[in-house]
């Protein structure tokens, strides 16, 4: 089969593949993101927020200048994490991730105009490039390729269980001390914890990465381990049907992910929800996203990855829809149905670039890829706060939902289905 990898024994001087053989570094990595993405989490309630009630950001497209600057830091930082990993090793990158994130909820506590808000989010998406980035390619080299839709899942539903558990626990924290400071203090406390798990005990994974090249066969001719940068950008974006897909999807993807972020708490609050109400929502959607993606992760290992993309795109289309025409507490827990498809889509499309690309050059790819996926919350940022600003917030989300069942189309009309490598 395309891309697949031997059996997973070690070489003669490499480290063995497997999850079983590496679960302790593993579940530490997952607990790893768990507090990478409770680190974005502290934002996804609080923010919309304070732009609107503290700084008086009364147009959205100002109100979402924060999800603009974290979505084109985190993109670039994306493809940097994959190329640094490649040339230092993960580990490194991993740290300075974290060290990037150390200023972070001070800026969001003591800031004293908007400004001070951009900057901060400016040094998340950088955080969030490196550190996610990195917990994602160091799973990928330590299971190898036959569990590697199961592995995406877990990485991605540590981290979007780590957004959920933290945006609700800061709407509460929020209701009872106030805007600012105590919800950040919970996002500083992540950053501490994530950079001392990751210095004293997170082991360097390149090696597997090594191992694994020496057994890989290659998806096709033109992905071959020795693709320089520029070609792996080139084949990751545009050239290879099944990368490209991928590409384009994960940036309508995050475009939704961008507008739900920043403009759901502003159109429940407009509803007159309270805010422990506006937290329950807000945590619901990536609850559900980060669950559901223990089991479709895995699945995808066994029945390909081409239909739950296309599937998961569609689902989140309808419920887009849903919030759109909804005035109301109950119906917006469309929000569920938002993160049940997203959790159809996001582990998956990792997997998908994993099965093509060749070991030597994944972490690039992949870098690529979220270059691209991360992107969509600069367009998203962009789009639907002109679409709000001109139309109001359902004619955004109406739009946006149009686009996401298009690019669902994409996939299923341009990605190979034969790609997985499932054992």
Same mark, same amino acid.
């Given at each position: 089969?395309?891309?697949?990898?031997?059996?997973?024994?070690?070489?003669?001087?490499?480290?063995?593949? +497997?999850?079983? $053989?590496?679960?302790?570094?593993?579940?530490?990595?997952?607990?790893?993101?768990?507090?990478?993405?409770?680190?974005?989490?502290?934002?996804?309630?609080?923010?919309?927020?304070?732009?609107?009630?503290?700084?008086?950001?009364?147009?959205?497209?100002?109100?979402?200048?924060?999800?603009?600057?974290?979505?084109?830091?985190?993109?670039?930082?994306?493809?940097?994490?994959?190329?640094?990993?490649?040339?230092?090793?993960?580990?490194?990158?991993?740290?300075?991730?974290?060290?990037?994130?150390?200023?972070?909820?001070?800026?969001?506590?003591? +800031?004293?105009?908007?400004?001070?808000?951009?900057?901060?989010?400016?040094?998340?998406?950088?955080?969030?490039?490196?550190?996610?980035?990195?917990?994602?390619?160091?799973?990928?080299?330590?299971? #190898?390729?036959? $569990?590697?839709?199961?592995?995406?899942?877990?990485?991605?539903?540590? #981290?979007?269980? #780590?957004?959920?558990?933290?945006?609700?626990?800061?709407?509460?924290?929020?209701?009872?001390?106030?805007?600012?400071?105590?919800?950040?203090?919970?996002?500083?406390?992540?950053?501490?914890?994530?950079?001392?798990?990751?210095?004293?005990? *997170?082991?360097?994974?390149?090696?597997?990465?090594? =191992?694994?090249? =020496?057994?890989?066969?290659?998806?096709?001719?033109?992905?071959?381990?020795?693709?320089?940068?520029?070609?792996?950008?080139?084949?990751?974006?545009?050239?290879?049907?099944?990368?490209?897909?991928?590409?384009?999807?994960?940036?309508?993807?995050?475009?939704?992910?961008?507008?739900?972020?920043?403009?759901?708490?502003?159109?429940?609050? +407009?509803? +007159?929800?309270?805010?422990?109400?506006?937290?329950?929502?807000?945590?619901?959607?990536?609850?559900?996203?980060?669950?559901?993606?223990?089991?479709? #992760?895995?699945?995808?290992?066994?029945?390909?990855?081409?239909?739950?993309? =296309?599937?998961?795109?569609?689902?989140?289309?309808?419920?887009?829809? *849903?919030?759109? =025409?909804?005035?109301?507490?109950?119906?917006?827990?469309?929000?569920?149905?938002?993160?049940?498809?997203?959790?159809?889509?996001?582990?998956?499309?990792?997997?998908?670039?994993?099965?093509?690309?060749?070991?030597?050059?994944?972490?690039?790819?992949?870098?690529?890829?979220?270059?691209?996926?991360?992107?969509?919350?600069? *367009?998203?940022?962009?789009?639907?706060?002109?679409?709000?600003?001109?139309?109001?917030?359902?004619?955004?989300?109406?739009?946006?939902?149009?686009?996401?069942?298009?690019?669902?189309?994409?996939?299923?009309?341009?990605?190979?289905?034969?790609?997985?490598?499932?054992?």
């Amino acid at each position: 089969m395309p891309g697949r990898t031997l059996p997973h024994a070690a070489g003669p001087a490499g480290p063995m593949l +497997g999850l079983r $053989q590496n679960l302790a570094q593993f579940m530490l990595l997952v607990a790893v993101n768990a507090l990478v993405g409770g680190t974005l989490g502290q934002e996804r309630t609080v923010l919309p927020l304070l732009a609107t009630r503290e700084f008086h950001l009364d147009l959205y497209t100002g109100a979402l200048t924060y999800i603009l600057a974290f979505g084109l830091s985190k993109a670039v930082m994306n493809y940097f994490a994959g190329t640094l990993s490649d040339r230092y090793g993960r580990k490194p990158v991993l740290v300075a991730g974290w060290l990037a994130a150390v200023p972070v909820p001070l800026m969001l506590i003591f +800031g004293p105009s908007w400004g001070w808000i951009v900057a901060a989010n400016v040094l998340l998406g950088v955080s969030q490039g490196l550190t996610w980035s990195t917990a994602v390619i160091m799973k990928m080299d330590l299971v #190898g390729s036959r $569990q590697r839709g199961l592995a995406m899942g877990f990485n991605e539903a540590a #981290g979007y269980l #780590g957004v959920a558990v933290t945006a609700l626990a800061t709407g509460y924290l929020a209701t009872s001390f106030g805007l600012r400071p105590a919800p950040f203090l919970l996002g500083a406390a992540y950053i501490a914890l994530g950079l001392g798990l990751t210095v004293l005990a *997170v082991r360097e994974t390149h090696q597997h990465a090594k =191992t694994e090249a =020496t057994q890989h066969a290659a998806a096709s001719s033109s992905a071959h381990a020795g693709l320089t940068t520029g070609q792996v950008f080139t084949l990751t974006s545009f050239k290879d049907h099944s990368l490209s897909a991928a590409s384009q999807a994960g940036l309508v993807n995050n475009l939704n992910d961008g507008l739900a972020w920043g403009l759901f708490p502003v159109l429940f609050a +407009g509803a +007159g929800l309270s805010l422990g109400q506006i937290g329950i929502l807000a945590a619901a959607y990536p609850a559900a996203w980060g669950a559901a993606q223990l089991v479709t #992760g895995a699945a995808s290992d066994r029945w390909g990855r081409k239909w739950f993309i =296309t599937a998961g795109m569609l689902v989140q289309a309808v419920a887009l829809g *849903v919030t759109a =025409t909804a005035h109301s507490f109950g119906p917006w827990l469309a929000a569920v149905v938002l993160g049940l498809g997203t959790a159809l889509v996001y582990p998956t499309l990792l997997a998908a670039i994993g099965d093509v690309a060749h070991p030597a050059w994944r972490a690039r790819s992949v870098g690529v890829y979220r270059l691209w996926r991360d992107g969509g919350f600069a *367009v998203g940022a962009l789009l639907s706060g002109v679409l709000a600003d001109l139309y109001g917030i359902p004619a955004a989300v109406a739009a946006v939902a149009v686009l996401t069942a298009a690019s669902g189309a994409v996939v299923a009309v341009r990605m190979r289905g034969n790609d997985h490598a499932a054992g």
